[in-house]
């Protein structure tokens, strides 16, 4: 029998959301409490619980229905995600038709029972993925109420993300485990059927209690609050941890101020903790073997310079914790943790767990609506990863950013490109959903420093992760930013480079002498307008540069460090396809003329962007 709830903890980050609500905007914020028993049987691979939530309605709406994520309900045959993985013109290799492959003991599945409103029972119907609730009274504007329920599930075979079992022998990677109560915001209600793709949580307090066999280690999101009567490498030191009465343990985690909760669960695991000179505490849990321990090992180096550079140049992380944890099928964030798969070579895990780690700041604090705008979380978690590694693993020279550009331009060459404002559910392939997620996302950031100026946004990324922190910025919150912080106008570009697929393509078409001066004109192929950098480089060794902003950006970027010097600026109206530019030297003096040296914008044919002399 599973205790009775106390009353919900007190969110500790709650000073960070500098309100719930957005009064000039329409915007708000909801805030849901868990608190959760649940116990594990590793016999079944079943677990049953309690759920307790506390719901904050701080929209201007009155609520007659809520919907509930059942995410491990997609591990059955005949599922939407079983159909999508098979029935897609590039099916996942992870996936494919594994799921219509399952047998009853395989599969995964959550149900929820004596659901219940304020004590009063609600009318709930399973539908898939989402559970659809009745209420037997509306939930008011700026009012609370108090959801509980049974639920009971089974731990599908790893397949995706969650799972038992995987393939390096991890038993239990317990990732969208428990009924998740959707979002609503100021675009309504966001139940979306679980396909295999993002996520969008409610910012909380989690209270969650785990009970299962005495020999599993388990390491994840939250702090545990019983270490000295757990013990597995969480106690004090000194401490001597007693025998425990039974066959379990019960563990008791709280998360503050997190959109969701994930637990790894093995009794092979090693469990080493790294503290930080800042108090953060840097957890590892990994299966020790041939394929692990060295480079493991030697990951407890990585994991808090990672946090601390990416604190230093993308906001300081919020939590006192973070989890490294292997298991999964790749890499997948989470709050405070992360699950990695961990039989890999030290690049590879460094590489893989400084994405996640990434992720922290994207998905886990800023926490952009991923359904709706899955390159602000992959694109500038990638874009993150790239500096990052560039930084505390340094491998090669060149633009940390090259991998991103390839991946970008592969896939607008392709013809399968489809615009970033594209549902991620909805992307007609996995390879056109891969490339703009990660990598145009990736250069959109990187790009808008050639824009704007690498330190401008720079300043902007700090700016917009302290001004928007727990509030899920969408990406006119991000422009506005960029904006204030530059003095340039950026509508344009966020209408060209994530409404359509429309490319940059400009070219040097014709230089030519004009008595001692050189006459140079320049010519714009592509669809998308853009500032040009232009860079001339003479054969006595020095550059100068004419930099031509567009009109419509109504300003300029200020001359960057390490720039060469700018001899000439002038406006390009966009409707111009061409532009000829006088410059006040003979043709003879020139070794060579190029746009955009730095390789910062996304020109899909760079070949016709430098004429040699």
């Not at 073997?289 to 990416?310: D, H, Q, R, V």
């Not at 429309?502 to 040097?508: L, P, Q, R, S, V």
């Not at 914008?601 to 962007?609: C, I, L, S, Y």
Request: proline share 5%.
């Amino acid at each position: 029998m599973l205790n009775r709830f106390k009353k919900p903890f007190l969110g500790l980050f709650l000073c960070l959301l500098g309100g719930v609500g957005f009064a000039q905007s329409g915007r708000f914020q909801q805030s849901v409490n868990y608190e959760m028993e649940v116990f594990m049987d590793v016999e079944t691979n079943q677990y049953e619980g309690k759920q307790k939530l506390v719901y904050s309605n701080n929209s201007p709406d009155t609520l007659y229905r809520v919907f509930y994520h059942l995410y491990y309900n997609a591990f059955q045959p005949g599922s939407m995600m079983d159909v999508r993985s098979r029935t897609i013109a590039d099916p996942d290799r992870r996936v494919g038709d594994r799921i219509a492959n399952l047998s009853p003991e395989e599969i995964g599945y959550l149900h929820v029972s004596n659901l219940t409103l304020n004590g009063k029972p609600a009318h709930a119907i399973e539908v898939g993925t989402v559970l659809e609730v009745h209420l037997p009274e509306p939930i008011l504007p700026n009012s609370q109420a108090v959801l509980e329920l049974d639920f009971n599930g089974q731990v599908p075979i790893q397949i995706r993300r969650s799972g038992r079992d995987s393939a390096e022998g991890v038993r239990y990677s317990m990732s969208q485990w428990y009924p998740k109560m959707a979002n609503y915001d100021e675009q309504g209600w966001h139940a979306n059927p679980y396909i295999g793709r993002e996520f969008y949580g409610i910012w909380g307090d989690f209270d969650v209690k785990i009970t299962i066999d005495k020999s599993y280690t388990i390491g994840g999101t939250g702090y545990l609050q019983n270490p000295n009567q757990i013990g597995h490498g969480y106690e004090d030191e000194g401490v001597t941890v007693p025998e425990p009465q039974g066959n379990t343990l019960t563990w008791h985690f709280k998360a503050p101020m997190v959109h969701d909760f994930m637990w790894g669960a093995d009794p092979k695991y090693k469990h080493d903790k790294v503290v930080m000179d800042n108090g953060i505490t840097v957890h590892h849990f990994f299966i020790p073997g041939e394929k692990t321990s060295e480079n493991w090992e030697k990951l407890k180096e990585y994991t808090p310079k990672a946090i601390a550079y990416m604190s230093e140049h993308f906001g300081q992380y919020p939590y006192k914790q973070f989890s490294v944890v292997q298991g999964g099928d790749g890499g997948m964030e989470y709050a405070m943790s992360t699950l990695v798969t961990g039989e890999r070579s030290l690049p590879s895990l460094v590489g893989v767990m400084v994405h996640e780690l990434a992720h922290s700041w994207y998905h886990g604090v800023l926490a952009t609506n991923e359904s709706l705008y899955p390159w602000m979380d992959e694109g500038f978690t990638s874009y993150a990863t790239n500096l990052t590694m560039g930084a505390i693993f340094p491998r090669r020279e060149g633009n940390v950013h090259q991998g991103s550009y390839r991946g970008y331009i592969s896939l607008a060459l392709s013809g399968l490109e489809e615009p970033m404002s594209t549902h991620s559910d909805h992307y007609h392939t996995n390879r056109a959903y891969g490339s703009a997620a990660y990598s145009k996302g990736a250069v959109f950031m990187e790009q808008l420093g050639y824009v704007i100026g690498a330190d401008v946004r720079d300043r902007g990324l700090l700016r917009y992760f302290n001004t928007w922190k727990f509030k899920h910025p969408n990406v006119n919150d991000l422009i506005r930013i960029m904006e204030k912080e530059s003095g340039i106008e950026l509508d344009w570009y966020k209408e060209y480079f994530v409404y359509t697929t429309k490319t940059i393509d400009y070219a040097i078409k014709e230089v030519k002498a004009n008595g001692d001066k050189t006459e140079l004109t320049l010519q714009r192929i592509g669809l998308m307008p853009m500032p040009l950098d232009v860079v001339i480089t003479y054969k006595d060794g020095s550059q100068e540069m004419i930099y031509l902003p567009l009109v419509i950006m109504r300003g300029e970027k200020a001359e960057e460090a390490g720039a060469p010097k700018r001899i000439h600026t002038e406006d390009w109206p966009w409707v111009n396809l061409e532009k000829t530019l006088v410059i006040d030297r003979n043709l003879e003096t020139i070794q060579f003329i190029e746009i955009d040296p730095s390789k910062r914008m996304a020109d899909v044919q760079p070949e016709n962007n430098k004429v040699e002399f």
